[in-house]
């Protein structure tokens, strides 16, 4: 029971931290790198993997031996929910790991419990924990390594070296930055065993030797093909200040922060700076570990970075966990100073301290959980959803995102293909494959837009709009959905519908069974011109139910437009061609019941209507019944 009593608060931090990273789990779909480690890491065999994919980006050989058996275990790719408990469980360690750091270095229980928590309430490491990619764990496994690096250099007994060489091993082998810790750690028992040269020298050929089997991964994997040498980073280049105005408030919070991060990296840099402070005069040990283990990492990167563009905080979430005991140390030893001037225990007064960091760290967990403006990734399971809804084999559709998330969440029958397919690729290429593809699909899907900055923006959308019919514009969360056909009917159509006068007569119409997600209801109306008219005419689609308690008629929503939106003019157009018009009638308004669609045309200037053969002014076309449930179905 005592056990239990020592080990409760503990325990409470890990289901803490459990939860945060299971709320929402499956609710934001995956983002465009963590689709592709789902579908070229977990979903190919190892062997395809190392010789199609890992020798074109940068990472180390073990990320797809365990995504692959991951993948096994959790029965398939199906699941985003499973996929992601990988990192959740992985970086859930940490919370442990913090603690036993914590009470290491200071030798206080209550310490090592306060960086638990802070653990398993870090905003950044529970935004990586929720992905399926190899940063969550990476970060769990980093923190765990380092605790076991510390405990060696403290113990260094036969079990300490077994455990730190297996745990230092996993965790270097999962990223290349990892090494960052690996050196900082080295430098950290240099100094506190330097007159130790028999443990010494273990140590140093062990890291070396980890070291050179992930040097020999890359050389076989990165080097030899020549990825290295051509890989430019895909981030950005070495920036000094970008160490107080990013590094340090995403390290300490995360990057879902709802205040001006710049100004608030400059305040922390200076609380992580007396923190420091704060610790070199009360304990030379503590702030060697802290030190090296959080300004190591970041420096080496920065020195990567001044050759590759790969100056991002995520490269060394392995300083997370110093930060964290800066922080806490730096608390209560603050604390400690203060107890002369206020009654309280010295854990009540350093926990008053960090409250600063729980408001600030509760406040960036809603923004990541609640706030639309930090959404983690465009809602491609939304836009899957209702492509399969729409989308038959004859269409095709063309993504201009190059977003391997499509590829996850696309389930329909139609090809797809990506285009533009990269930044650079000419304008003319991109209008010769569209002509190449013109006229061999019912019709074609533009889906998503193409990511900021690329110079060839727009050119698809440009093109469809200059030689097709657009018969479709939607947005799924944010994501445009364009549907484009030729503007020449191919369709046969054996009798007329109606007559309108002696100008135009209805062929037919198509009327989508649902809203579309923006709230219009999508109608398609084939026309054929009969005869010229002396005035411009209009045509009209009017919805009609219960009485509009707003107008005080049935009429409820309309679509007024020149033929296909003024390309056509009746005072000139060609009798007996046959031509599509599109209408969208917003629906948002609608009270439950059953509605009538109506058409017709009429002569704008004057308002008059043409008639039907038996005198009526407008023609039934179809009904529809709305339900408020069925309208808030996405």
């Known amino acids: 029971m005592s056990s239990l009593r020592l080990f409760l608060p503990l325990i409470l931090a890990i289901l803490l931290g459990f939860f945060l990273r299971l709320h929402n789990l499956e609710s934001v779909p995956l983002r465009g790198d963590e689709a592709f480690s789902v579908l070229y890491w977990a979903d190919l065999p190892v062997g395809e993997s190392l010789t199609r994919i890992a020798q074109g980006e940068p990472h180390t050989p073990l990320v797809y031996l365990v995504a692959r058996i991951w993948r096994q275990f959790v029965g398939g790719i199906d699941s985003v929910f499973a996929l992601r408990m990988l990192s959740v469980l992985g970086n859930l360690l940490g919370v442990s790991a913090m603690y036993a750091l914590g009470a290491r270095l200071s030798g206080v229980r209550s310490i090592g419990l306060v960086a638990a928590f802070l653990f398993a309430l870090h905003p950044f490491e529970i935004w990586h924990s929720q992905e399926f990619r190899n940063y969550g764990y990476w970060a769990g496994m980093s923190a765990t390594t380092l605790w076991l690096g510390l405990r060696l250099i403290d113990r260094g007994r036969r079990a300490d070296w077994i455990f730190y060489a297996a745990a230092a091993c996993f965790t270097t082998l999962t990223i290349y930055t990892e090494p960052f810790s690996l050196i900082a750690l080295a430098c950290f028992a240099i100094i506190e065993r330097r007159r130790d040269p028999?443990?010494?020298?273990?140590?140093?050929?062990?890291?070396?030797?980890?070291?050179?089997?992930?040097?020999?991964?890359?050389?076989?994997?990165?080097?030899?093909?020549?990825?290295?040498?051509?890989?430019?980073?895909?981030?950005?280049?070495?920036?000094?200040?970008?160490?107080?105005?990013?590094?340090?408030?995403?390290?300490?919070?995360?990057?879902?922060?709802?205040?001006?991060?710049?100004?608030?990296?400059?305040?922390?840099?200076?609380?992580?700076?007396?923190?420091?402070?704060?610790?070199?005069?009360?304990?030379?040990?503590?702030?060697?570990?802290?030190?090296?283990?959080?300004?190591?990492?970041?420096?080496?990167?920065?020195?990567?970075?001044?050759?590759?563009?790969?100056?991002?905080?995520?490269?060394?979430l392995s300083a997370a966990p110093a930060f964290i005991l800066a922080l806490v140390l730096g608390s209560f030893g603050l604390a400690a100073h203060l107890r002369r001037f206020f009654r309280l225990r010295p854990g009540a007064l350093g926990l008053l301290v960090l409250s600063p960091w729980f408001v600030l760290a509760l406040a960036t967990l809603q923004a990541h959980f609640n706030d639309p403006a930090f959404r983690r990734a465009p809602a491609w399971d939304e836009l899957g959803r209702f492509l399969k809804?729409?989308?038959?084999?004859?269409?095709?559709?063309?993504?201009?995102?190059?977003?391997?998330?499509?590829?996850?969440?696309?389930?329909?029958?139609?090809?797809?293909?990506?285009?533009?397919?990269?930044?650079?690729?000419?304008?003319?290429?991109?209008?010769?494959?569209?002509?190449?593809?013109?006229?061999?699909?019912?019709?074609?899907?533009?889906?998503?837009?193409?990511?900021?900055?690329?110079?060839?923006?727009?050119?698809?959308?440009?093109?469809?709009?200059?030689?097709?019919?657009?018969?479709?514009?939607?947005?799924?969360?944010?994501?445009?959905?364009?549907?484009?056909?030729?503007?020449?009917?191919?369709?046969?159509?054996?009798?007329?519908?109606?007559?309108?006068?002696?100008?135009?007569?209805?062929?037919?119409?198509?009327?989508?069974?649902?809203?579309?997600?923006?709230?219009?209801?999508?109608?398609?109306?084939?026309?054929?011109?009969?005869?010229?008219?002396?005035?411009?005419?209009?045509s009209f689609v009017h919805l009609y139910g219960p009485v509009n308690p707003a107008t005080g008629s049935a009429l409820w929503s309309q679509d007024d437009q020149y033929p296909q939106g003024g390309r056509l003019d009746s005072k000139r157009w060609r009798a007996g061609e046959v031509y599509r018009d599109v209408y969208y009638l917003p629906t948002g308004d609608l009270a439950d019941g059953e509605y009538q669609i109506s058409v017709g045309w009429y002569d704008p200037a004057g308002g008059a209507r043409l008639s039907l053969a038996g005198g009526a002014d407008s023609y039934a076309l179809d009904s529809a019944q709305f339900t408020a449930t069925a309208r808030s179905e996405p």
């Open 389 to 538: 809804s729409r989308v038959v084999e004859t269409d095709l559709v063309i993504q201009l995102s190059v977003d391997p998330a499509f590829g996850y969440y696309y389930q329909s029958p139609a090809p797809e293909m990506a285009l533009p397919v990269h930044s650079a690729q000419p304008v003319a290429e991109i209008e010769m494959e569209l002509e190449r593809l013109r006229g061999r699909f019912g019709s074609i899907y533009v889906v998503s837009r193409e990511q900021a900055g690329w110079a060839n923006a727009g050119a698809v959308v440009a093109w469809m709009t200059d030689n097709l019919q657009e018969v479709l514009l939607t947005d799924t969360a944010g994501l445009p959905v364009r549907q484009y056909m030729d503007w020449a009917i191919r369709q046969q159509f054996d009798r007329e519908v109606a007559r309108f006068g002696d100008a135009v007569a209805l062929l037919g119409h198509e009327l989508a069974p649902d809203p579309l997600p923006t709230g219009e209801l999508l109608l398609w109306i084939t026309w054929k011109p009969l005869s010229r008219t002396e005035q411009s005419l209009k």
């Open 198 to 316: 028999r443990f010494l020298r273990p140590l140093l050929l062990l890291q070396a030797g980890i070291g050179m089997l992930l040097v020999i991964g890359f050389a076989l994997i990165q080097v030899l093909p020549g990825f290295a040498t051509s890989y430019p980073g895909l981030v950005q280049a070495f920036s000094l200040t970008d160490y107080f105005t990013r590094f340090v408030p995403v390290l300490v919070l995360g990057t879902t922060i709802p205040f001006d991060m710049s100004a608030l990296g400059c305040a922390l840099s200076l609380v992580i700076a007396l923190a420091s402070l704060i610790l070199f005069r009360s304990s030379k040990r503590q702030f060697r570990f802290v030190a090296l283990t959080a300004v190591m990492p970041l420096l080496l990167l920065g020195l990567v970075s001044s050759h590759y563009n790969l100056f991002h905080p995520r490269y060394v």
